[in-house]
Each structure stands twice: as C-alpha cells, then as structure tokens.
C-alpha cells in the first residue's frame, strides 16, 4: 500500500434495478485516489454520480461492486472488525448539500456540534484539543467548544440557539464545527455551498481552504462550478453520466482538457471580462456519443477516459 494514499477507489459501480428492463448506472465502473493532505474535486452535471460517490466512500451506501480502500483496508469488508468500523466513522466526516435538512431542528447548536461525541462515547481527544487551540483534553467542556466556534467564525452566544434561528451560511459553519469534533482525516463536502448566497459562498470556501491547511485533513469537495474547484483543489476529476472521463492536477486540466465534456465545461465558464464574454465560443458535447470505455494516461498525471 502507498501510505500516501489515504482513500483508493477500485472499479467502483452502483446500480439500481428500477424493473425487469431497466437498469440505472449511477456510478460506473470509476477508479481514483485521494492522497493524505489532498483536496481533491470532484466536479459534474446534476445526476452524473456525484452525491453516490460521496455516500459510498462515506460508508452510508454500500456499492454494487468494486473496492474502497480507506488507510489500505477495504471499507465494505465482511471481516471488518468493529473497532476498525468505529474508528472509520470517527475518521471520515461528511458536510451536506443542505445545511437545514442535515440539522436537527429539535436539537440547540452545542447539541449538535457534540452530538459526534456522544455517539462515538468519546471526549474531546488531544488532538481534537490541538487542531481547535485548546491546551488538553482537560479543558473545560464550554471553552473547547467556544475554541471550535470561533474556528469557523462563530461566537458563544450561538450555542443555546436552534437551526430554525440561523441563516444559511450560519448553519453551513455549525454543520463544519460539527465535521471538525472528532478531529477527522478525511472531509467529504457534498455541493456545501451551492444553496447559499454568492458572498457567503466565498466566505465558506476560504474558510474552508483556511480549515484544511491548519489541520491537514484530506478533502473531497464536490461541486458542479469548475471555476470554485480551481480555487480550494489540488486535483480534480470530472464525471459524465456515472463515468470519470478526465484526472488531473488542476492548473494542467485547465490548461490542456483533452476529454471533449471536459472542454465543453471549461468553455462554459463565466470570466469577468465583457468583451471575452461577447466573443468567446461555448462548445457543446453531444451526450449520445460514447464517453469512452478505457482510463489512459495521457501525460504524467493526466487521465482521460477514452
């Protein structure tokens, strides 16, 4: 095992059988890895298998077929241990699209940002302590979480309040000083800011970029803007209709995109420029060609589906 690698994706599929004649190809025989200290982005259409990765390497969906290795070990394994399941769950923290739905109503803001804990029966671990500029473990309960608050730009005064009293971008920090508790190694974020405003979006997204260089912790962002993946990934692969077509680090699959999707996304993108704007060429993939059936590397680094 490369010990760079802290999540491995082999021939991953899911498919849901809808009738005797149908079939659903949600993810399609896809491979990728994400290494120890990456923020990799995933980018899409709606309904390309996105929120299906993320749920399985998540551990919430089993898949059809194919591996996930997590530190080496596969993650579905029947012969996983219960420990090893535990300390998986601790490990591998998700963030949801919709930041009102993933928070209990009924529950205050420092119920839910120690809900993690209670489920895992744990205290504040040392090194949870650390990432959140506490001393030790011992630090009393309320100065910890006022630490983990003030991480994501929160106060103390948040605490005693519900999800229903919070704006949107509010809720998406709690729901972040909730993934960060138990001090995770890798983050999934699922489209955490497409349902917020723009200057909140880029509030999230550098604070998210802030997060992940002080604590280290792998990232998988998805999103369907290429342009916001640029910003906060190191690499990035690109899905169509359940398939990755095209991995590559970011500055050369922006600078030399060979899959035709992946052109066509690029061309797509919105540049504050207005006469570029008026002249520029927007391409169009044709969705009934085939995207190919086989990962070739390209250039060093840089697969494409062909």
Do not use: W
């Amino acid at each position: 095992m490369d010990h760079n690698r802290i999540i491995e994706v082999q021939n991953l599929k899911q498919y849901y059988q809808i009738n005797d004649r149908l079939t659903v190809k949600a993810i399609d025989n896809i491979s990728f890895e994400i290494k120890q200290g990456e923020v990799f982005g995933l980018v899409g259409e709606t309904g390309c298998g996105k929120s299906t990765a993320a749920r399985i390497l998540s551990g919430i969906c089993q898949p059809t077929d194919g591996t996930v290795l997590y530190d080496g070990a596969p993650i579905y394994s029947p012969h996983i241990s219960q420990t090893q399941r535990k300390r998986r769950q601790q490990e591998i923290q998700m963030i949801f699209q919709d930041s009102a739905a993933s928070l209990n109503p009924r529950m205050t803001v420092k119920q839910i940002i120690l809900e993690p804990l209670h489920i895992q029966k744990k205290k504040f671990s040392p090194h949870a302590a650390a990432c959140i500029s506490a001393s030790s473990n011992t630090t009393p309960e309320p100065e910890l979480l006022a630490a983990i608050l003030d991480r994501v730009g929160m106060t103390p005064d948040f605490l005693p309040k519900y999800p229903g009293e919070l704006s949107g971008g509010q809720r998406q920090r709690i729901a972040i000083a909730r993934s960060l508790v138990l001090s995770p190694r890798l983050i999934i974020a699922d489209e955490p800011i497409s349902s917020l405003d723009v200057s909140i979006q880029a509030q999230i997204l550098t604070l998210f970029q802030k997060l992940q260089k002080e604590n280290g912790f792998s990232f998988l962002f998805i999103s369907h803007d290429l342009s916001v993946v640029r910003f906060i990934s190191d690499r990035i692969g690109i899905m169509l209709q359940g398939k990755l077509v095209e991995i590559a680090p970011k500055e050369l699959l922006f600078q030399n995109p060979l899959h035709p999707y992946t052109k066509a996304l690029l061309s797509a993108i919105h540049v504050p420029d207005p006469v570029y704007e008026r002249n520029k060429k927007i391409l169009y993939y044709d969705h009934s060609q085939p995207a190919g059936s086989r990962m070739t590397e390209a250039e060093p680094e840089h697969f494409v589906l062909k």
